[in-house]
């Protein structure tokens, strides 16, 4: 009888050490798999990355507004759907889909538009890029880059530039327009020709 018990118990004993370790080792086991199997190295290094980067990154805002004087005392508005600046430059702000109003004294308005820009909120001066669009009075300009320097009073609208008014066209390299004197200059760089077309009735 005694002997039976003893058998029973160690049998006993027995299964519950082995459940015990079985379920160790599957919890363990599943706990390293979860651990190493559903976020790879890779992916923990590019994480890791992004919270580095995210911490250096710049300030963002949407839907900002800048306005105020020029030099020249010409009213503008600067608008843009997304903008940021770095922490470590306060000064330069990065804007994406730009659009620009400058209103001259002589009561007429140069409206601005790119994909990006840059503004220098201490000199104010400004850069449009990538799908550069401008209207000024009748006038249509369409080119890649254009950069309005308030310190100088010049607007440089430059790559591939195209004007197209009621007078005529116009392709060249680069214009500049001196806001004080209210006078363009139109240039072409490596031998290039300015191309015309003027209407002159």
Do not use: H, P, W
Request: avoid cysteine.
């Amino acid at each position: 009888m005694m002997n039976r018990r003893k058998k029973l118990r160690l049998i006993q004993f027995t299964l519950l050490v082995l459940g015990v370790l079985i379920i160790s080792f599957t919890y363990f086991d599943s706990k390293k798999n979860l651990k190493y199997n559903i976020v790879s190295k890779e992916t923990q290094d590019k994480i890791k990355m992004q919270i580095k980067n995210k911490n250096q990154e710049d300030n963002v805002f949407f839907d900002i507004e800048y306005s105020g004087l020029d030099l020249n005392g010409n009213r503008y508005i600067l608008k843009s759907e997304r903008a940021t600046n770095s922490k470590f430059n306060q000064e330069i702000v990065n804007l994406e889909t730009v659009i620009a109003y400058f209103y001259f004294k002589d009561d007429t308005v140069l409206e601005v538009k790119s994909k990006q820009g840059k503004y220098n909120n201490k000199t104010l001066d400004m850069i449009f890029e990538g799908n550069v669009e401008a209207i000024y009075e009748k006038s249509y300009l369409t080119a890649q880059k254009a950069v309005f320097s308030n310190s100088e009073g010049f607007l440089t609208i430059s790559n591939n530039v195209k004007v197209k008014d009621a007078k005529g066209s116009i392709s060249a390299d680069e214009l500049l327009f001196d806001i004080t004197k209210q006078t363009l200059d139109i240039a072409s760089f490596n031998n290039n020709k300015i191309n015309a077309n003027i209407n002159l009735e």
